[in-house]
């Protein structure tokens, strides 16, 4: 029986140590080819490449996995999976990650581990963004591959709604302390900025991007709860952001036309 | 009485004239600061700079209206006008655009235009996105002007709900032949993608992102139908992306816990 292909990328480069647990996963389950940034893009959202070209090189940092590196953003790398690499190949699902660090809550719209998966499922491709809540390059994902797994085989089984995607995030705990597995909505958050002003060596001044992540939901549905409660959270997603509760209310507009 | 104080921003840069026109309208109606990017910034989806420096300089190409350029993304506009140019000003409003072609349907999540009125929203600023279905640079924003006040005007005198914005695009075409607003949904679509291969000035072969929007969604209620039945589309639009619907019936995902 063929095995499915299962599309591997991240935003914090081909060579970080979170991608190669998810290959190391995903190899026991299917056909893997890797298509991820040559470089961290982190915070790239769902940014991509246009005007100018980009780069795609093979290569071979995983012992015999068909892998390719790009010099483009996370979307990038789906868009020229599926155009260049893949061609008449159909992916079975793409899996982003393993993210050095939790995108959980608003996260989920700075991300470009989970922009990966959602650019995935607008091709029709089921899709998972994996995150681990620990931002250390030495970050332990043994605990974590199990819980993959799982998630993985669940998908590859069951299917995904055309155009959704699962924002997936582990706590940074030992497998035993894992409860398991929550569907949650994404906790309402924000940061709050601070820019640290310092100067270049040319002594112009220049502001650096720090923030505190600040909950504002005390709700015991979202991720934010699971993840502080040692489970794993499961916010099933989408691309469509329309805010149809306020569509009725809003239709007064349409009558501002006849005013002017 | 004190005016409100409105933030002008954009993803085409700061010198683009979709931003001069929103600017010449939106002066007409409170106190106008612009933080814009000092070059072009499209599709750069909701990407914010981290770990590197940004640069803001004090401009003045609005004859008097008090101006920053920023080397950052449209996001990062957002986040250092807040902490840096605003203080302890509060922002009643933020404005973004007047884009250079359509951000309507799918466009919404790779769009710099929308990413910034989706980060002032963040903040608890009602924010509008505006687009005008005229990629070119000489593109004719006279008569988008009085439809653009008529929102700005509505926004401020009937508020918004928190964490909400409206994405806003204006067919190309003379003022008297738009019909008027339409409240829509975001309209389901893809962009099929092609690469174009070439090769660089050292001969190693590169690829350029060019693409064909792919209208999946036949509805008379999407921002695509109401753009080409000649109204403007208001899609009410959110940061929330948890597809609730699939909550209940992925339930069932949290029972492969006791599976282990």
């Not at 982190?42 to 991509?48: D, E, F, N, P, T």
């Not at 959980?104 to 922009?115: M, P």
Request: aromatic letters at 8%; glycine letters at 8%; a negative charge.
């Amino acid at each position: 029986m063929k095995r499915p292909l299962i599309l591997v990328t991240n935003d914090d480069g081909i060579l970080a140590p979170g991608i190669k647990a998810l290959i190391e996963v995903a190899k026991t389950i299917g056909e893997v080819v890797v298509v991820a940034p040559d470089s961290p893009q982190s915070a790239k959202g769902h940014a991509l490449t246009i005007l100018e070209p980009i780069y795609l090189r093979k290569v071979d940092p995983f012992g015999g996995i068909e892998a390719y590196e790009c010099s483009g953003t996370p979307v990038d790398c789906v868009k020229i999976a599926k155009s260049i690499v893949f061609k008449d190949r159909e992916a079975a699902l793409c899996v982003s990650g393993i993210n050095h660090g939790s995108n959980a809550s608003i996260n989920i719209i700075y991300s470009g581990t989970v922009s990966a998966a959602m650019e995935a499922s607008l091709e029709g491709i089921p899709s998972i963004g994996f995150s681990l809540l620990d931002y250390s390059q030495d970050a332990d994902f043994e605990p974590a591959k199990d819980f993959v797994a799982q998630l993985i085989r669940y998908v590859l089984e069951n299917g995904m709604e055309h155009g959704h995607l699962w924002n997936v995030n582990i706590p940074k705990l030992p497998a035993a302390e894992i409860k398991g597995f929550k569907i949650c909505r994404q906790a309402e958050a924000r940061w709050a900025e601070e820019f640290v002003a310092g100067e270049d060596v040319y002594g112009q001044e220049n502001y650096t991007l720090t923030g505190e992540f600040k909950l504002e939901d005390q709700g015991e549905d979202t991720d934010i709860w699971a993840l502080d409660h040692q489970y794993i959270s499961i916010v099933p997603s989408m691309h469509d952001l329309t805010n149809y509760d306020s569509i009725p209310r809003l239709k007064e507009i349409e009558s501002l036309n006849r005013k002017m």
